[in-house]
């Protein structure tokens, strides 16, 4: 099927930037009629104030000499008092109007947020097919979409851009405010005071319900995943077959109220503080306001300082506290000493007490890896994944791990590759604790393939170069390595061979099967070796291989692995039996060691799943005769 377009609609006449403006000026009454409509009186009538407040301080100026010629207590005083009441109200409902407009701003923005995000989720799992999912322009289009969560307001670069807008807008209110000292020292230390204590209060206030949101992130990134759910590739066949999206589409709006609910339920509460604090620049400017009238009415100030102050006044009220940058630049301000808290949490290799950095000699391992009476258990679980494991593993052979699932057998590998470190008990690599050697060093001797290796969106020789990135350049290398996976004839012919992305997601890329990319991830890991790694672990290397591939790998394991210290994990006894030497792990124990014959002629573990696989690929007889079958296999497999 042949990917959907996003249809490029009308060309805009206007410019992009304005385009985006009224179409999102269209959607706001769709998303909340009440909130749209407060709103665009709100800002007509925030944008008219300022220029009222102009025009009657204009009027005022122009008052006063008529006022000094007939007297206070004449028309013209009255009216001059008139006029300073006007504009003193006009500045009162400029202030009070700037935290209301802000609040309805950000609530009706959260709103268009979710709105946008349904209705991208609808859209994409509209199509019965999901090659949309692998078209740029959609995936262009849906990032857009992901970048609509909470954590925006939480950015630093956010709090950057409003330290911008508030830092000279600070700058010029303590001008003014140093200005208004020369007026009356006291009014201008007024100001001075009054605007640092009302930031500071509201940026404690912003701060507080920042970090509230930040405590609600676990259900927004839960409602973030339920829409990627939708919106991305792994889950869509399923969503489409079991008709999962309106289910998904009402969790994720569940999820996302959880999430933002106790946002808004602690921000009723500012009201109190942003009235205080409002009311207190009120206050000050009411009081700062009379003081200058009463100094101009009484001969004590010219006409032109009257202005100036009047201008500096004016200027002070900008020092803002109440808009969205300051709400930026706290929102921020809780989310950096977090980030900052876990990079110090931590530590650097260099801060492991004793440990050497040093490189390792070349061959290393060469005599053995020895765990004793290693315990494990995952950061914040209870259970054990491994209980007191002894082993010595030999340099330079093959070792073969088998168990049920949950035994412990990756978790095995995690501990040997320094991915994390044994709750108690010792790793020891040629006599020294694996956990003082360099992890850098050390792990540039291990060659792996992960039982969930990562399949990179890059092209197929930066996917296999990633084993031994210093060498990545290099395509003979890539080549030898390939070709010993199995997966050189694969990536030649791909449509632009090495170069090719493993991801349909990208122009001119592609996806592979399981299999496929079992080789590329097995290529990797060789890579590794080549480049000098001793150690091979291969997790479940042949899960996904079909029969050919499978018994290639089989036929070539002791030439694959000839020199290193190989272990490998498999659930495959076909594939397994190739080791010299095999154990069975159980709930995070050895319980057997030997070699293939050995325990199959012990009758154990071991012995009772070869045989209950083995008896698979046997043909029932009919009825009670498949045991009788299934016991005459399991005596030829032990013959
Ligand atoms: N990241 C993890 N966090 C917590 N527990 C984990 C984690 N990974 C594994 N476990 C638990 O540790 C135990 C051992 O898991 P492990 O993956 O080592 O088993 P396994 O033998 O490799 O199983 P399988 O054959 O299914 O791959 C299991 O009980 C598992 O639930």
């Known amino acids: 099927m042949a990917p959907l377009r996003i249809p490029p609609g009308r060309r805009p006449t206007l410019s992009p930037t304005l385009h985006g403006i009224l179409t999102l000026l269209r959607l706001l009454p769709r998303v909340n009629r009440t909130k749209a409509v407060l709103g665009a009186l709100g800002v007509l009538v925030a944008s008219?104030?300022?220029?009222?407040?102009?025009?009657?301080?204009?009027?005022?100026?122009?008052?006063?000499?008529?006022?000094?010629?007939?007297g206070l207590s004449s028309p013209a005083g009255r009216h001059t008092f008139v006029l300073l009441a006007v504009a003193g109200c006009l500045v009162m409902v400029q202030q009070t109007l700037a935290p209301v407009l802000t609040t309805l701003g950000e609530t009706l923005g959260r709103e268009v947020d979710r709105e946008l995000q349904q209705r991208v989720m609808a859209a994409v799992g509209r199509p019965e097919g999901t090659a949309h999912l692998t078209d740029p322009q959609v995936l262009d289009a849906l990032r857009v979409v992901r970048g609509l969560g909470m954590t925006e307001i939480d950015r630093p670069s956010q709090a950057v851009g409003a330290l911008a807008?508030?830092?000279?807008?600070?700058l010029r209110?303590?001008?003014?405010?140093?200005?208004?000292?020369?007026?009356?020292?006291?009014?201008?230390?007024?100001?001075?005071?009054?605007?640092?204590?009302?930031?500071?209060?509201?940026?404690?206030?912003?701060?507080?319900?920042?970090?509230?949101?930040?405590?609600?992130?676990?259900?927004?990134?839960?409602?973030?995943?339920?829409?990627?759910?939708v919106l991305t590739r792994p889950a869509a066949k399923e969503v489409r077959l079991w008709g999962l999206l309106d289910w998904l589409v009402a969790r994720f709006e569940l999820a996302w109220q959880e999430a933002t609910e106790p946002v808004w339920r602690e921000r009723r509460p500012r009201v109190r503080v942003v009235l205080g604090a409002t009311g207190t620049v009120t206050l000050v400017n009411l009081v700062s306001y009379a003081v200058l009238a009463w100094a101009a009415v009484h001969h004590d100030l010219g006409l032109g300082?009257?202005?100036?102050?009047?201008?500096?006044?004016?200027?002070?009220?900008?020092?803002?506290?109440?808009?969205?940058?300051?709400?930026?630049?706290?929102?921020?301000?809780?989310?950096?000493?977090?980030?900052?808290?876990?990079?110090?949490?931590?530590?650097?290799?260099?801060?492991?007490?004793?440990?050497?950095?040093?490189?390792?000699?070349?061959g290393f391992p060469a005599d053995r890896i020895s765990l004793s009476g290693v315990r494990f258990r995952y950061p914040g679980t209870d259970r054990e994944a491994l209980r007191g494991v002894d082993l010595d593993i030999a340099a330079g052979r093959s070792l073969a791990i088998v168990g049920d699932n949950g035994a412990g057998k990756s978790s095995l590998v995690k501990l040997l590759c320094g991915l994390h470190t044994p709750t108690s008990g010792r790793i020891r690599v040629d006599g020294q604790d694996l956990a003082e050697l360099g992890q850098e060093a050390w792990r540039s001797r291990i060659g792996v393939l992960f039982q969930d290796f990562a399949r990179y969106h890059l092209t197929a020789a930066e996917n296999i170069g990633m084993g031994a990135p210093q060498y990545a350049g290099d395509?003979?290398?890539?080549?030898?390595?390939?070709?010993?996976?199995?997966?050189?004839?694969?990536?030649?012919?791909?449509?632009?061979?090495?170069?090719?992305?493993?991801?349909?997601?990208?122009?001119?890329?592609?996806d592979l099967s399981g299999g496929q990319w079992q080789r590329i991830a097995?290529?990797?890991?060789?890579?590794?070796?080549?480049?000098?790694?001793?150690?091979?672990?291969?997790?479940?290397?042949?899960?996904?291989?079909?029969?050919?591939?499978?018994a290639e790998i089989y036929e070539r394991f002791l030439e694959l692995t000839a020199g290193l210290t190989t272990i490998l994990i498999s659930h495959r006894f076909s594939t397994v039996r190739c080791a010299e030497r095999i154990i069975v792990l159980e709930d995070g124990a050895v319980v057997e060691d030997g070699g293939h014959d050995e325990l199959l002629a012990k009758q154990g573990r071991y012995a009772a799943m070869f045989d209950l696989q083995a008896a698979r690929f046997v043909e029932p007889a009919h009825g009670g005769e498949a045991v009788l079958e299934i016991q005459a296999t399991a005596e030829a497999g032990h013959a």
């Open 48 to 70: 008219v104030l300022p220029v009222a407040v102009a025009v009657v301080t204009g009027l005022l100026i122009g008052s006063i000499d008529a006022t000094l010629g007939a």
């Open 522 to 550: 097995l290529a990797r890991a060789l890579f590794a070796v080549d480049a000098g790694a001793r150690v091979l672990i291969l997790d479940e290397p042949t899960a996904a291989l079909d029969v050919r591939a499978e």
């Open 173 to 229: 209110a303590v001008a003014a405010a140093v200005t208004l000292v020369a007026f009356h020292w006291w009014v201008g230390l007024l100001w001075l005071v009054t605007w640092p204590v009302v930031v500071h209060v509201m940026q404690r206030e912003y701060f507080r319900v920042g970090r509230v949101g930040q405590a609600g992130s676990g259900a927004l990134r839960q409602a973030e995943y339920l829409r990627d759910v």
């Open 165 to 170: 807008v508030v830092l000279p807008a600070w």
């Open 305 to 362: 300082s009257v202005a100036v102050y009047a201008q500096a006044l004016a200027l002070a009220n900008n020092y803002t506290a109440f808009d969205d940058n300051n709400a930026y630049l706290s929102f921020a301000g809780a989310a950096v000493p977090r980030v900052l808290g876990l990079d110090a949490s931590l530590p650097a290799p260099a801060a492991v007490p004793g440990r050497r950095p040093e490189a390792l000699p070349a």
């Open 475 to 510: 395509r003979d290398r890539l080549r030898e390595a390939a070709d010993r996976a199995g997966a050189l004839a694969l990536i030649e012919g791909l449509p632009h061979g090495w170069d090719t992305v493993l991801s349909p997601e990208y122009t001119g890329g592609t």
